[in-house]
């Protein structure tokens, strides 16, 4: 599918409208659909077809671009009345960019697999700022030759495309690194509270994090070979390594949950880190 093919946009708010827009760039027969008049009417100003349901959105594509709010949204859009399951062909293929549940993804391909179309979960990362940039992430779930076909679409608003595997795990992949990014927010709001509570600047805060590699330290899980606990038989050296900087580990939480208590904060994620850093570190079962 490295020609230029029909792609319908189904959803052009902040992330759809820029998908919608570099696609036409791209030289691709873009028909959109969107509740919003202004936003259907920006694209149609610069090549795009509005239609009136996602159904007519789709008549003919061989890409359908899915770009809502939440899992009842892209259910209503694929199997609702006027969704774009009654006009498809064979043969062509829908990506779910927007984050839904691995239960509705599962659902919805089944759906679609019995009337011969393709869906594949493509998570995206990078914001309106990627949106607009035509630099975002795409996570893909799917078959491989649906995946391949549907790559080259896919790159006219991607800085790249990975394949994590079947359908679901792109809409996983993207789901975790969600989590991550949530969790590590989590954690620098609760440094905050710390060190405001003891009187610290938090400007000089922000500084320290940028300047001791905070978030490489983040990454280092990887390193360890996780997430499984360490096996029996894994080498003497590396388990003392582990076990060392599980120490220090613990006993830095608990000096934090310490100047906690006595500053009367109160810091639950440095707890519960507290509570499952041996599992960080593949020390405990």
Known sequence: M??????AVIGVGRMGGPIAGHLIEAGHEVRVFDISEDAVAALVSRGGTACATPAEAAKDAAVVCVVVFDDAQTREVLTGVDGVLGALAPGAIIAVHT????DTI?????AAGADGVAVLD???????????AGTLLTMVG???????????????????VIHAGGVGTGMALKLARNASGYMMMAAIHEAMVLA????????LLRRTI????????????FMLGGPAPLPVDAPDGFRAMLDHVRGLGEKDLDQALGLATHSGVDLPVTRRTRETFAHVMRLAD
């Not at 490295?2 to 792609?7: F, P, Q, Y």
């Not at 599962?106 to 089944?110: D, F, T």
């Not at 405001?196 to 400007?203: H, R, Y």
């Not at 940028?210 to 899980?221: N, R, Y």
Request: glycine share 10%; aromatic share 4%.
């Open 2 to 7: 490295s020609e230029l093919v029909k792609v």
């Open 99 to 102: 984050t839904v549940s691995i």
């Open 106 to 110: 599962h659902q919805l391909a089944a």
């Open 122 to 132: 493509a998570g995206i990362s990078g914001g309106e700022e990627g949106a607009k």
């Open 142 to 160: 799917g078959a491989d030759d649906a995946v391949a076909q549907a790559t080259p679409v896919l790159m006219a608003f991607s800085k790249d």
């Open 196 to 203: 405001d509570s003891a009187g610290v600047d938090l400007a």
């Open 210 to 221: 940028d300047e001791t590699g905070v978030f490489a330290q983040a990454l280092s899980p």
